[in-house]
């Protein structure tokens, strides 16, 4: 099919073979972007005849991607996004070579519905489907700029949602999960900063708050707004953002973000908690569904606010101060 796939890679041993084997048999051409893997990820992309392109890593996943949309040679009409511990089921394999092809030209891009597999188990309960859009016409988008939760946004055209489902499958075991999220939590603490004091130049904060007018000519643009409460230290600041394209599940994701952005901290990690593994049936997928929704659901959004906290104590809700700290004690690059 014309389409082409960008992976990208750092040590992913474990996965890149699953992953690769998924998706070669009926895409044009498979692009491996890798940051110097030490293991054995290169000689198995290598051996299963992916194209392998190295690059420093660019510091966030949204550069690195867009890097890699800019300077792998793709000559498909379509690129498929996906991370080396995912693949595709085969009904969404077989519903995107019956329909891709018949797509209408305003058509840019599709998305589907992810499962999350923790622990072996497919978590149906709780958060599924999560809608993502991952498969779009090469030069007609871009990964939005973000610390987290970054989304492909198309720069025109409109999406469509296919049925089929794609997997997120992580093989590693609990001690690199919390290692990891462990990482993941300062970068969403500083997300969260940004909601609320606009501290990262060119983030998709004002988008989060939904403040986008439509023009008589049907063009989206953002206001220029105060994105902190009246009496902060960084009130009257306005940010310029960027117009979002995001639509449907992702918009409505991050308009969540917004408002969760707004609530108590601690409570809200509780809260959270409590709405997806009752009221959202978490409590249903046994053993393996407390653990995921505690950890992932409690546990990591309790340990971002920790570092929220952590942030504004030491910054006294200075954002010069936060800045400073940020990038000082914290080593962070913005």
């Given at each position: 099919?014309?389409?082409?796939?960008?992976?990208?890679?750092?040590?992913?041993?474990?996965?890149?073979r699953r992953c690769l084997e998924n998706v070669k048999s009926w895409t044009h051409e498979v692009f491996v972007v890798d940051?110097?893997?030490?293991?054995?990820?290169?000689?198995?992309?290598?051996?299963?005849?992916?194209?392998?392109?190295?690059?420093?890593?660019?510091?966030?996943?949204?550069?690195?991607?867009?890097?890699?949309?800019?300077?792998?040679?793709?000559k498909t009409e379509w690129v498929l996004r996906l991370d080396a511990d995912e693949y595709l089921y085969p009904a969404l394999?077989?519903?995107?070579?019956?329909?891709?092809?018949?797509?209408?030209?305003?058509?840019?891009?599709?998305?589907?519905?992810?499962?999350?597999?923790?622990?072996?188990?497919?978590?149906?309960?709780?958060?599924?489907?999560?809608?993502?859009?991952?498969?779009?016409?090469?030069?007609?988008?871009?990964?939005?700029?973000?610390?987290?939760?970054?989304?492909?946004?198309?720069?025109?055209?409109?999406?469509?949602?296919?049925?089929?489902?794609?997997?997120?499958?992580?093989?590693?075991?609990?001690?690199?999960?919390?290692?990891?999220?462990?990482?993941?939590?300062?970068?969403?603490?500083?997300?969260?900063?940004?909601?609320?004091?606009?501290?990262?130049?060119?983030?998709?904060?004002?988008?989060?708050?939904?403040?986008?007018?439509?023009?008589?000519?049907?063009?989206?643009?953002?206001?220029?707004?105060?994105?902190?409460?009246?009496?902060?230290?960084?009130?009257?600041?306005?940010?310029?953002?960027?117009?979002?394209?995001?639509?449907?599940?992702?918009?409505?994701?991050?308009?969540?973000?917004?408002?969760?952005?707004?609530?108590?901290?601690?409570?809200?990690?509780?809260?959270?908690?409590?709405?997806?593994?009752?009221?959202?049936?978490?409590?249903?997928?046994?053993?393996?569904?407390?653990?995921?929704?505690?950890?992932?659901?409690?546990?990591?959004?309790?340990?971002?606010?920790?570092?929220?906290?952590?942030?504004k104590r030491e910054s006294g809700g200075d954002r010069d101060k936060m800045l400073a700290l940020l990038r000082g004690k914290?080593?962070?690059?913005?």
């Amino acid at each position: 099919m014309d389409i082409s796939v960008i992976i990208l890679t750092y040590n992913e041993e474990t996965h890149i073979r699953r992953c690769l084997e998924n998706v070669k048999s009926w895409t044009h051409e498979v692009f491996v972007v890798d940051c110097f893997s030490s293991d054995q990820t290169l000689a198995i992309a290598q051996s299963l005849e992916a194209k392998v392109i190295q690059n420093s890593w660019e510091g966030l996943y949204a550069r690195q991607f867009n890097w890699a949309l800019d300077n792998c040679p793709i000559k498909t009409e379509w690129v498929l996004r996906l991370d080396a511990d995912e693949y595709l089921y085969p009904a969404l394999i077989d519903e995107i070579k019956a329909k891709l092809s018949s797509l209408p030209e305003d058509v840019a891009g599709v998305s589907f519905k992810r499962r999350h597999i923790f622990l072996g188990r497919w978590m149906k309960r709780g958060t599924y489907p999560v809608k993502l859009l991952r498969l779009f016409r090469y030069g007609k988008a871009r990964c939005e700029q973000r610390l987290m939760d970054e989304h492909i946004e198309l720069l025109e055209g409109r999406s469509v949602e296919f049925e089929g489902d794609f997997a997120d499958h992580n093989l590693n075991d609990i001690g690199w999960w919390t290692a990891k999220h462990n990482g993941y939590a300062l970068r969403e603490a500083v997300d969260l900063l940004d909601l609320e004091f606009g501290i990262l130049e060119g983030s998709n904060a004002a988008d989060a708050a939904g403040l986008r007018v439509q023009t008589a000519c049907g063009l989206v643009q953002t206001r220029l707004t105060p994105l902190v409460q009246e009496g902060s230290t960084a009130a009257g600041k306005q940010t310029l953002e960027l117009p979002s394209r995001l639509e449907g599940q992702a918009a409505e994701k991050r308009a969540k973000k917004m408002r969760y952005a707004r609530m108590p901290l601690f409570w809200r990690a509780f809260a959270y908690f409590c709405y997806r593994y009752f009221l959202r049936g978490g409590f249903l997928e046994g053993k393996e569904g407390f653990l995921w929704h505690f950890l992932q659901g409690w546990w990591y959004r309790t340990l971002v606010d920790t570092k929220v906290f952590e942030i504004k104590r030491e910054s006294g809700g200075d954002r010069d101060k936060m800045l400073a700290l940020l990038r000082g004690k914290y080593g962070m690059k913005i």
